[in-house]
């Protein structure tokens, strides 16, 4: 193992989880429901910025102010004096509301994210707490689990940027440190609420979420195109290269013989050197399948 290798470096936990994950039930669910589930059967429509704008607008007002209302209600959060929300929510709410393409507003971020987040910020601050210093020193405390909860958040593909103010607020926010452990499912509480509004209103005109778990989930169909890589010997690729080179312009810049991600109905093939994110590999599979 080479000590500077970008392989060994890397970990991926998708490679465990994903197998365990299900597919997405779109095929039996009715389609109305799975619409407002963020499955489409075709492309979608463009629209302009003013129409994003205006739900956007109305999402987070509408999201926030459920949380709000609901937070009210729940005795245990107000006999602990519990602010009716937690300012980390304003910041989610522009993701999941305006930035929905973004990885960080799908809601195995937004929800799992939020988790982690106030799970370690409330550890630390009870750790810390134990401490005569606590007030002199709870501002290391704080530093420390936002690095926490990031590291957590990067390591489980989790991460949600509104999460680290949580886990930051969690330690320094004296709102926050009198809830203790109800901080917890307060922010679980609020982020299925704020995921709840963002479906009902994301889907009226875009697409909300693009994915429930991961990127490199396959339908049930099997429909999504394929990314496949180059191996040594590999006759398909050296196909799909001559096939190219048939095709290619005469006058287009630089050599065939360089590589080239060559995308095809079901099937996007990519040189073997060239690495992907799963956002981008998503973004390949969906272009496929519109040619």
Known sequence: ????????????????LNPLVPCPPW????????????????PLKPIGNLIMTAWAFLGIFLGLIVI???????????????????????A?????????ESPLAQPRNAV???FIASAVGVGICKLFALSPQFESIRW???????????????LTKTVHPPAGATALLAVVSDDSLALGWLLIPMMLLGSVLMLIVALLINNFQRKFPQYWWSPEDLPPSGTRGKVTEDEPGDAQGADLEKNVSLTSPSHSEGSLD??????????????????????????????????
């Not at 193992?1 to 465990?16: N, Q, S, T, V």
């Not at 709000?68 to 304003?90: M, N, R, Y």
């Not at 040189?271 to 519109?290: A, G, N, Q, V």
């Open 1 to 16: 193992m080479r000590l500077f290798d970008p392989e060994a470096w890397h970990f991926d936990i998708d490679k465990w």
């Open 27 to 42: 095929h039996i669910l009715p389609y109305p429901i799975s619409y407002f589930l963020g499955h489409r059967k075709g």
């Open 68 to 90: 709000e209302l609901v937070t009210k209600q729940v005795s245990i959060f107000q006999q602990h004096h519990a602010p009716i929300i937690i300012a980390s929510f304003g």
């Open 92 to 100: 989610g709410s522009v993701l999941q509301f305006y930035s929905i």
């Open 112 to 114: 799992i994210g939020q």
């Open 140 to 154: 290391i405390g704080g530093a420390l689990s936002c690095a926490i909860a990031t590291a957590l958040m990067a």
């Open 258 to 291: 360089q590589p080239r991600i060559i995308i095809r109905r079901g099937t996007v093939h990519i040189p073997s050197h060239l690495y992907l994110t799963p956002e981008e590999r998503l973004f390949l599979e969906e272009l496929s399948d519109r040619i």
